[in-house]
């Protein structure tokens, strides 16, 4: 059963930092590029950091570069997403998605919340 579950969600203020994480089973995760996504109410889902199976490759939404950062341990089936001075515009949910054509898979989502 494949199954992705994302935590690390919070609320922080402006300026300051959290580290996602969407821990994987069910598959074999070393072989799955992963992406984290978002969602803000009433806006369609983005793509925020993508990163390739060996995690060698990794590409960034120019709204995050230079303050996320996404990484992987396939020795975990784990992806992360570090978030640095996150912003008021950063509020969203996160999801994870994990890609192997011609298969995928969703997470369920973590709330981010970015206020003074």
């Known amino acids: 059963q494949v199954q992705l579950v994302e935590s690390g969600g919070g609320l922080v203020q402006p300026g300051e930092s959290l580290r996602l994480s969407c821990a994987a089973s069910?598959?074999?995760?070393?072989?799955?590029?992963m992406t984290w996504y978002r969602q803000a109410p009433g806006k369609v889902r983005e793509l925020v950091a993508g990163?390739?199976?060996?995690?060698?490759?990794?590409n960034y939404a120019d709204f995050v570069k230079g303050r996320f950062t996404i990484s992987r341990d396939n020795g975990k089936n784990t992806v992360y997403l570090q978030m640095n001075s996150l912003k008021f515009e950063d509020t969203a949910v996160y999801y994870c998605?994990?890609?192997?054509?011609?298969?995928?898979?969703w997470g369920q989502g973590t709330q981010v919340t970015v206020s003074s």
């Open positions: 998605h994990a890609q192997s054509a011609p298969n995928d898979a």
């Open positions: 069910g598959f074999s995760f070393s072989t799955y590029a």
């Open positions: 990163i390739n199976p060996a995690g060698v490759y990794t």
